[in-house]
C-alpha cells in the first residue's frame, strides 16, 4: 500500500534560517509528488509538484524539493523563512500505482521565530 | 469570483439535521473530490467525480451523499451524522481524474463542520 511520512509533526525555525521538511513514501514505482501549504482557515495550496525529469523542482514562495529515488524521499526546503511562512504542509503522492489517488501525509505545522 | 469556493464556511449541526454543503470551481476544470481533514490524521479522499459521474466512494458511510449536478458544483448532503464527523471538509477540483494523475489538484477553503 502507499504511504507518505512526514518526520516531525511541529518544527520551529528562526526567521532567516533554513526551513528543511521531511517527507518520505513507500511506492513500488517513481510516484508524482506534492507539497501542499495550508494556511490557518484556507484550503491546501500547491507549492510544487514533481512528476518527470529535473529532480530539483522549485515552487512558489522561494520553496524548492528534491526527489531522491535512492532515499525514497521528497525534503522541501527554503534557504531562508519568513514569518510569512508559518503555515501546515502537507506532502502527497499519486500515480498510476496509487490507484490514480492522492496519499497525504498527516503534515508537518511550521512555526517561525522572530 | 475564481478558484474554489466553499459554503457555508462554519456549520454546527445536532445528529438529527439535515443540511448540505456546496463547492464551485470557477477554473473549467472536469474532476472534484471531497476529502474529510480531522485533527492528527492525513486526508482522507471521500468522494470522486469525473465528468459529473462518481467515480470513487471510498467506503464512506450513507450518512454522507454526495450530489454533482455538473461540472462546476459539488454538494455533500448530511444527514444523521455522529459527532465524530467533525471535521474540516475540503472540496478540490482537477482538469480530470487521467491515468496517473499527474493532474494538480486546487483546493477550496473548507467547511469546519460540528456534529452536537
Known amino acids: 500500500a502507499q504511504s507518505v511520512t512526514q518526520l516531525g509533526s511541529h518544527v520551529s525555525v528562526s526567521e532567516g534560517a533554513l526551513v528543511l521538511l521531511r517527507c518520505n513514501y513507500s511506492?513500488?514505482?517513481?510516484?508524482?509528488l506534492f507539497w501542499y501549504v495550508q494556511y490557518p482557515n484556507q484550503g491546501l495550496q500547491l507549492l510544487l509538484k514533481?512528476?518527470?525529469?529535473?529532480?530539483l523542482v522549485k515552487g512558489i514562495n522561494g520553496f524548492e524539493a528534491e526527489f531522491k529515488k535512492s532515499e525514497t524521499s521528497f525534503h522541501l526546503t527554503k534557504p531562508s523563512a519568513h514569518m510569512s511562512d508559518a503555515a501546515e504542509y502537507f506532502c502527497?503522492?499519486?500515480?498510476?500505482?496509487?490507484?490514480?489517488?492522492?496519499?497525504f501525509g498527516t503534515g508537518t505545522s511550521l512555526t517561525v521565530i522572530p | 469570483e475564481t478558484g474554489v469556493t466553499q459554503t457555508p464556511r462554519h456549520l454546527v449541526m445536532g445528529m438529527t439535521n439535515k443540511k448540505s454543503l456546496k463547492c464551485e470551481q470557477h477554473?473549467?476544470?472536469?474532476?472534484m473530490y471531497w476529502y474529510k481533514q480531522s485533527a492528527k490524521k492525513p486526508l482522507e479522499l471521500m468522494f470522486v467525480y469525473n465528468f459529473k459521474e462518481q467515480t470513487e466512494n471510498n467506503s464512506v458511510p450513507s450518512r454522507f451523499s454526495p450530489e454533482c449536478p455538473n461540472s462546476s458544483h459539488l454538494f455533500l448532503h448530511l444527514h444523521t451524522l455522529q459527532p465524530e464527523d467533525s471535521a474540516l471538509y475540503l472540496c478540490?477540483?482537477?482538469?480530470?481524474?487521467?491515468?496517473?494523475?499527474?493532474?494538480?489538484?486546487?483546493f477550496g477553503p473548507g467547511t469546519r463542520l460540528t456534529v452536537l
Open positions: 478540490a477540483s482537477s482538469q480530470e481524474r487521467t491515468s496517473g494523475n499527474t493532474d494538480t489538484q486546487y
Open positions: 514533481y512528476t518527470t525529469g529535473a529532480t
Open positions: 477554473l473549467g476544470h472536469n474532476a
Open positions: 511506492s513500488s514505482v517513481p510516484p508524482y
Open positions: 502527497a503522492v499519486s500515480g498510476a500505482n496509487t490507484g490514480n489517488q492522492f496519499y
